[in-house]
T-cell receptor, first 116, second 115 residues
Framework: SQTIHQWPATLVQPVGSPLSLECTVE??????LYWYRQAAGRGLQLLFY????GQISSEVPQNLSASRPQDRQFILSSKKLLLSDSGFYLC??????WGIGNTEAFFGQGTRLTVV | AQTVTQSQPEMSVQEAETVTLSCTYD???????LFWYKQPPSRQMILVIR??????QNATENRFSVNFQKAAKSFSLKISDSQLGDAAMYFC????????????FGKGTRLHILP
């Protein structure tokens, strides 16, 4: 079966510090991968998505970046965090059109990031 | 660009009653998927129901059903016999079928169940 792991679950970071959130998927190959941010009153905002290794599409200009160094690994990073980066970050995967889980997105448990 | 709009930030319903959550979307595509996700206090995202745009029949999953109006670009969720466990944030989502495969969510509706 397919599983998605996201860590850490909770993170408190000072303004100006770097960030690295990691997400890995097991049990499937070549998934589409997504990073979302959930902030109060703004719903679930798509930040980045990837259809393959090294292929990253950015939806929202900001000081965050994403990378996909391996097929089932998706990393969200920042060189210097801002207060406005606080929120709940969710990673998700979806299967390729001919594969398992190819219709909807499956989500990780999320990371609550507080920038202080 | 595709957008998803949920115009009801919060709703309340009496236990055992029926409630309808609204969602509208904007797209120029003819084929796509629509979803309703539930996010309980644990914040885990749970798929409630899905609808394929080319299917005219409204999807149903037990007490959950949708009213899909393709021409009006409307996709509402009806919850029958509401239960305390239905209390959650509900998100409407749109997925295009292009190669980029983006999945766009609305801002959500927080549903309260009154005992």
């Amino acid at each position: 079966s397919q599983t998605i792991h996201q860590w850490p679950a909770t993170l408190v970071q000072p303004v100006g510090s770097p960030l690295s959130l990691e997400c890995t998927v097991e049990g499937t190959s070549n998934p589409n991968l997504y990073w979302y941010r959930q902030a109060a009153g703004r719903g679930l905002q798509l930040l980045f998505y990837s259809v393959g290794i090294g292929q990253i599409s950015s939806e929202v200009p900001q000081n965050l970046s994403a990378s996909r160094p391996q097929d089932r690994q998706f990393i969200l990073s920042s060189k210097k965090l801002l207060l406005s980066d606080s929120g709940f970050y969710l990673c998700a995967w979806k299967g390729v059109p001919w594969g398992i889980g190819n219709t909807e997105a499956f989500f990780g448990q999320g990371t609550r990031l507080t920038v202080v | 660009a595709q957008t998803v709009t949920q115009s009801q930030p919060e709703m309340s319903v009496q236990e055992a009653e029926t409630v309808t959550l609204s969602c509208t979307y904007d797209t120029s595509e003819s084929d796509y998927y629509l979803f309703w996700y539930k996010q309980p206090p644990s914040r885990q995202m749970i798929l409630v129901i899905r609808q394929e745009a080319y299917k005219q029949q409204n999807a149903t999953e037990n007490r959950f059903s949708v009213n899909f109006q393709k021409a009006a670009k409307s996709f509402s969720l009806k919850i029958s016999d509401s239960q305390l466990g239905d209390a959650a944030m509900y998100f409407c989502a749109y997925r295009n079928l292009n190669r980029d495969d983006k999945i766009i969510f609305g801002k959500g509706t927080r549903l309260h169940i009154l005992p």
